[in-house]
């Protein structure tokens, strides 16, 4: 695509439910990055895959959280038994490798834990 | 691990006034890129810096990298309404993920 998609863009959950997000990188990107914003925060860096590489996992805040990517394309966030704290903008980055490229971000995901 | 502080926090400017954000690391860097967030958008890549001492513009805004490769501003002057937003480094020592300041939240009362 011509750019990085994210979906949905919205989500609103109840505290205990598991969330799938989901992120479509720029076709040919074969370095994906997930962060977490919170409002009026910074970015907080939670997982990065590089092509067949495993992924760089040190940010991610709880083993309630976990993200794979199948196929070198898409990646998929999972945020298991979400807690209000989880509530943030989760945004996804793509770049053509890891290390001095610039990132292209999606729009984000929205999401709202109740 | 690498600290990385960006001052300030926030600025509020009038438009017209130059405005300067700062990025400082506890680590010698391989380079350090600039990103741009409008209120309620997402980062947008604005430039990167490799090269120790070098300075680059885009129109109204400078940016350096420090000689020791530590630390890095961006400077814009005269400010309009367009530049609003929150202005992020993010500092790279080696191969390590790209990891984001704080940011800098800039106001431009016109």
């Known amino acids: 695509g011509a750019g990085v998609s994210q979906s949905p863009s919205n989500k609103v959950t109840e505290k205990g439910k598991d969330v799938e997000l989901r992120c479509d990188p720029i076709?040919?990107?074969?370095?994906l990055y997930w962060y977490r914003q919170s409002l009026g925060q910074g970015l907080e860096f939670l997982i990065y895959?590089?092509?067949?590489?495993?992924?760089?996992k040190s940010g991610l805040p709880s083993d309630r959280f976990s993200a794979e990517r199948t196929g070198g394309s898409v990646s998929t966030l999972t945020i298991q038994r979400t807690q209000q704290e989880d509530s943030a903008v989760y945004l996804c980055?793509?770049?053509?490798?890891?290390?001095?490229?610039?990132?292209?971000f999606g729009s984000g995901t929205q999401l709202s834990v109740l | 691990g690498q600290q990385v502080m960006q001052i300030p926090q926030y600025q509020h400017v009038q438009e017209g006034e130059d405005f300067t954000t700062y990025c400082n690391s506890s680590?010698?860097?391989?380079?350090i890129q600039w990103y741009k967030q409008r209120p309620g958008g997402h980062p947008v890549f604005l430039i990167q810096?490799?090269?120790?001492?070098e300075v680059k513009k885009q129109k109204r805004l400078t940016f350096q990298f420090g000689e020791a490769k530590k630390n890095s501003s961006l400077h814009i002057t005269a400010t309009q309404t367009t530049d609003v937003g929150t202005y992020f480094c993010?500092?790279?020592?080696?191969?390590?993920?790209?990891?984001f300041g704080k940011g800098t939240r800039l106001s431009v009362i016109a």
């Open positions: 993010a500092p790279q020592a080696g191969n390590t993920p790209l990891v």
């Open positions: 810096l490799v090269k120790s001492g």
């Open positions: 980055a793509s770049t053509f490798r890891h290390g001095n490229e610039k990132l292209f």
């Open positions: 895959f590089q092509g067949n590489s495993a992924p760089d």
């Open positions: 076709s040919g990107h074969t370095a």
């Open positions: 680590t010698t860097l391989s380079n």
